[in-house]
């Protein structure tokens, strides 16, 4: 699933791209993708798009008035559409301008998860649902917000980092990286770190993320997963940049958390199975 970084560089090039211009049509192009039933998306006609912003993973297309709240799940797409063709493979969404140009939402695989949510004119982002439970934004904490955070949810860092009700924007592939970028245990107890580790993390958090939008920003469209670099998120068996030790990881059935058991857990190696603990 696109992350921060991939979620918040391809608003901007959105918004470099299709700012300005006037919406003539909106079409849900399948059944499933429009997830509110007022207002109609059809207000929204005519009105010009003032800005393309993120919350947490969600993309807000902003309108004069109406607002397009989009969730891209696991293999959404939102991006140009010059073919717009009646029947887009994958397609589940269009956005249709007046000078001929249109966006088209898509989205690969079965599950079809992804979503269009429409808000009515003076919304603000804490009246909406889908982004009232998300927590802030992962790279605007100070340190002694994200210390009072570890101190209110005792678990572990792995899944704090990627609890998106705790921090918004933070998925599997930065928790992998940001435990390594700050030489923390992937399973350490979030109640446990010291003041000195939760100013690691803080510096990590933001490093992570800095990294992310940096290789993205470079990018004309958000790339697969394979092709986001990364220090150890899907490098199994792969040497360590920092050390040169060799990745590992904790395999569970839908993903696997890696690490690098010198940089991370003193040496210590994870036995591969969800009962085994890290070195806290």
Request: charged share 25%; aromatic share 6%.
């Amino acid at each position: 699933m696109p992350e921060i970084g991939e979620v918040r560089a391809h608003a901007e090039r959105l918004a470099d791209e299709f700012s300005g211009r006037r919406l003539e049509k909106f079409r849900p192009i399948s059944f499933y993708v429009l997830k509110t039933f007022s207002p109609d998306p059809s207000d929204a006609v005519g009105q010009t798009l003032v800005s393309t912003t993120t919350r947490g993973k969600y993309l807000l297309l902003q309108f004069e008035e109406v607002g397009f709240l989009v969730h891209l799940m696991q293999g959404g797409r939102l991006k140009p559409d010059p073919k717009q063709a009646a029947k887009p493979r994958n397609g589940q969404a269009r956005w249709s301008f007046d000078d001929g140009s249109a966006l088209l939402l898509t989205e690969a695989g079965s599950d079809k998860r992804a979503g269009v949510w429409v808000l009515a004119p003076g919304t603000e982002l804490h009246e909406i649902d889908e982004l009232d439970h998300l927590g802030p934004d992962a790279d605007t904490l100070s340190v002694e917000q994200l210390q009072e955070l570890l101190s209110e949810h005792s678990m572990r860092l792995h899944g704090f980092l990627r609890r998106q009700t705790i921090l918004a924007g933070i998925g599997r592939r930065l928790a992998n990286d940001v435990c390594h970028e700050a030489e923390l245990s992937p399973f350490a107890s979030t109640g446990k770190l010291t003041p000195e580790q939760v100013e690691r993390l803080h510096a990590a958090i933001t490093t992570c993320i800095d990294r992310s939008l940096e290789f993205e920003r470079a990018q004309t469209e958000i790339v697969a997963s394979a092709k986001r670099p990364s220090a150890v998120h899907n490098r199994t068996d792969e040497p360590c940049p920092r050390c040169g030790d060799t990745i590992r990881e904790v395999a569970y059935t839908k993903y696997q958390v890696n690490y690098c058991a010198s940089c991370q857990t003193n040496g210590k190696v994870l036995a591969d199975n969800t009962t085994s603990k890290f070195l806290k």
